[in-house]
């Protein structure tokens, strides 16, 4: 169903950095690309709700949470599907309930240490790109990055990636560069 809905559809890209613009009545169904949502807490401080790729959907129909923002991290190239058509995207819309459900588990785990390991373990299984020494996280992501994703200080983060790259789990070739020695 998906091809028919794209025959019928129109192409929108957005620049990185660029927040796409959200709607009750519409969903974006990501072709290319790479976008975080977000939001922050009454002091400010921000939470990340997850991390999208191609054919992943977002949109603020899926969310109940205010502010909700979604930030470019590259080039995106999507597909604006009105919500009357949801029944042409439910696999993406499944795929999305499963991955907020994966990240949810991912971020309650009591153990900073394995949360930090988990979360890199996700990002390359899901972005990552097999190079000769492991598996390239396929994003320029930084310490503040993570920390926001899994509910730490960078400076924890920092620490922790350190001790990773100690004990030969990660390379860090380039700057917000991470490849997982898996």
């Known amino acids: 169903m998906q091809k028919d809905l794209q025959n019928n559809m129109e192409y929108q890209t ?20 790479v976008v975080k949502t977000c939001t922050w807490t009454e002091e400010g ?15 603020q129909p899926l969310s109940l949470v205010y502010p909700y923002q979604v930030k470019c991290l590259t080039t995106v190239k999507a597909l604006c599907v009105p919500t009357d058509r949801a029944n042409e995207i439910t ?8 991955q907020t459900e994966e990240l949810l588990y991912i971020v309650r785990s009591e153990n900073m240490y394995q949360r930090l390991r988990k979360i890199l373990i996700w990002l390359a299984q899901k972005f990552g790109t097999e190079i000769e020494i492991g598996q390239l996280i396929d994003l320029r992501i930084t310490h503040q990055d993570l920390a926001e994703i899994i509910g730490a200080t960078r400076v924890t983060v920092t620490k922790l990636i350190n001790q990773l790259e100690q ?3 990660l390379s860090r070739p380039e700057r917000n560069v991470i490849v997982l020695c898996l």
Do not use: K, M, N
Request: with cysteine.
């Open 14 to 33: 957005f620049a990185c950095s660029e927040l796409i613009p959200l709607q009750s009545d519409f969903f974006w169904l990501l072709q290319e690309g």
């Open 45 to 59: 401080t921000p939470v990340t709700l997850g991390y999208w790729g191609s054919q992943d959907v977002i949109g």
């Open 91 to 98: 696999d993406s819309i499944h795929r999305h309930i499963q």
């Open 167 to 169: 004990e030969g789990f």
